[in-house]
């Protein structure tokens, strides 16, 4: 069956994919369905069970949607990828603004950031131009933005303003790029593939939050940052961590990786991932926000899907450009 799969040129390995991931949302969202139907004819359930189910129900039907949008980017090719990240970095920065203070002092700077930074980010992605690519926003962005800050002359708070401007513009432009950025990579022996390469990562970072939510509901008991994430536990990131590197494992044929390494990435995705949820939601907590906004039903905002891939993203590229790319 591998074997098949391997030899499939690369529109037949995804719509396969699709395939297979549309079959498991399918008895997701019909166990969901079940599970919501026993649970309202239960006049004593628990609270905490009906927003366990809800929860679970709501978490599936986003993931539909998420599945649909990656067919759309993946029809429209390397320029509809990248429309689409450009315009989830848009959304990802502004709702990090909305919940970080700004003055009047600051809107030149932000305006660059949003009409500016994000389409000649995403543009050098487009045109393949690497080296520009890592160091437009660290190096000029970095430097160029404070600059046209002090120009207005408000100096209270400026440091804080500034500092906080520029992690929106990491996270949301900078680190989030990364991933369609996997499109530029010239591997081996793996021409045209690398829409496979994203997906691959996409897969594993979003199945890796699900799974950790699902083994943290079932068997979770040591929280690891009560104060930061009550809702992660050890047990979740043991339980779907390692689940999801097993996924990782067996979807080998669709990257240039063997299994032993496909599941070495998949792990580093994991952690990462795990890792940037910890530090978003820290954020949140200091700016005293549950979400990071309401754009999407059950999951908040933007960023509270992308908190993952921001982290996972640049890791797993440069890992991917060093030990894999020509």
């Given at each position: 069956?591998?074997?098949?799969?391997?030899?499939?040129?690369?529109?037949?390995?995804f719509?396969?994919?699709?395939?297979?991931?549309?079959?498991?949302?399918?008895?997701?969202?019909s166990?969901?369905?079940?599970l919501?139907?026993?649970?309202?004819?239960?006049?004593?359930?628990?609270?905490?069970?009906?927003?366990?189910?809800?929860?679970?129900?709501?978490?599936?039907?986003?993931?539909?949607?998420?599945?649909?949008?990656?067919?759309?980017?993946?029809?429209?090719?390397?320029?509809?990828?990248?429309?689409?990240?450009?315009?989830?970095?848009?959304?990802?920065?502004?709702?990090?603004?909305t919940?970080?203070?700004?003055?009047?002092?600051?809107?030149?700077?932000?305006?660059?950031a949003?009409?500016?930074?994000i389409?000649?980010?995403?543009?050098?992605?487009?045109?393949?131009?690497?080296?520009?690519?890592?160091?437009?926003?660290?190096v000029?962005?970095?430097?160029?933005?404070?600059?046209?800050?002090?120009?207005?002359q408000?100096?209270?708070?400026?440091?804080?303003?500034?500092?906080?401007?520029?992690?929106?513009?990491?996270?949301?432009?900078?680190?989030?790029?990364?991933?369609?950025?996997?499109?530029?990579?010239?591997?081996?022996?793996?021409?045209?593939?690398?829409?496979?390469?994203?997906?691959?990562?996409?897969?594993?970072?979003?199945?890796?939050?699900?799974?950790q939510?699902?083994?943290?509901?079932?068997?979770?008991?040591?929280?690891?940052?009560?104060?930061?994430?009550?809702?992660?536990?050890?047990?979740?990131?043991?339980g779907g961590?390692?689940?999801?590197?097993?996924?990782?494992?067996?979807?080998?044929?669709?990257?240039?990786f063997?299994?032993?390494?496909?599941?070495?990435m998949?792990?580093?995705?994991?952690?990462?991932?795990?890792?940037?949820?910890?530090?978003?939601?820290?954020?949140?907590?200091?700016?005293?926000?549950?979400?990071?906004?309401?754009?999407?039903?059950?999951?908040?905002?933007?960023?509270?899907?992308?908190?993952?891939?921001?982290?996972?993203?640049?890791?797993?590229?440069?890992?991917?450009?060093?030990?894999?790319?020509?």
């Amino acid at each position: 069956m591998v074997d098949y799969l391997v030899n499939l040129d690369p529109n037949q390995q995804f719509y396969c994919l699709i395939g297979g991931v549309s079959v498991l949302l399918f008895i997701a969202s019909s166990i969901g369905w079940v599970l919501k139907t026993r649970l309202s004819q239960q006049a004593h359930a628990s609270e905490k069970s009906r927003n366990t189910i809800n929860n679970l129900v709501v978490r599936v039907n986003a993931w539909w949607v998420m599945l649909a949008v990656l067919v759309v980017a993946f029809l429209g090719g390397k320029l509809g990828t990248v429309i689409l990240f450009g315009a989830i970095s848009y959304f990802a920065l502004r709702e990090f603004i909305t919940l970080t203070p700004t003055r009047v002092g600051d809107h030149r700077t932000l305006s660059l950031a949003f009409f500016l930074l994000i389409p000649l980010q995403y543009y050098l992605i487009y045109i393949e131009w690497y080296a520009l690519f890592t160091i437009l926003i660290p190096v000029y962005a970095f430097l160029l933005m404070p600059c046209i800050s002090v120009l207005a002359q408000d100096t209270e708070h400026f440091l804080e303003r500034t500092a906080k401007i520029q992690w929106g513009v990491m996270i949301a432009i900078y680190c989030i790029s990364h991933a369609p950025a996997l499109l530029l990579l010239k591997i081996p022996n793996y021409d045209g593939h690398n829409t496979l390469l994203l997906f691959y990562f996409l897969l594993i970072v979003q199945l890796s939050d699900v799974l950790q939510y699902v083994f943290g509901n079932l068997f979770g008991k040591t929280k690891i940052a009560p104060i930061v994430s009550p809702n992660k536990t050890l047990e979740g990131l043991i339980g779907g961590g390692l689940s999801a590197v097993a996924v990782g494992a067996m979807l080998w044929w669709i990257t240039p990786f063997t299994p032993l390494q496909s599941a070495g990435m998949a792990a580093v995705i994991v952690i990462m991932g795990f890792l940037g949820g910890l530090v978003m939601s820290a954020i949140k907590r200091s700016l005293g926000a549950k979400d990071w906004g309401n754009m999407i039903e059950g999951h908040g905002g933007m960023l509270d899907r992308m908190d993952s891939v921001s982290f996972a993203a640049p890791i797993f590229f440069h890992l991917v450009r060093y030990f894999f790319s020509a």
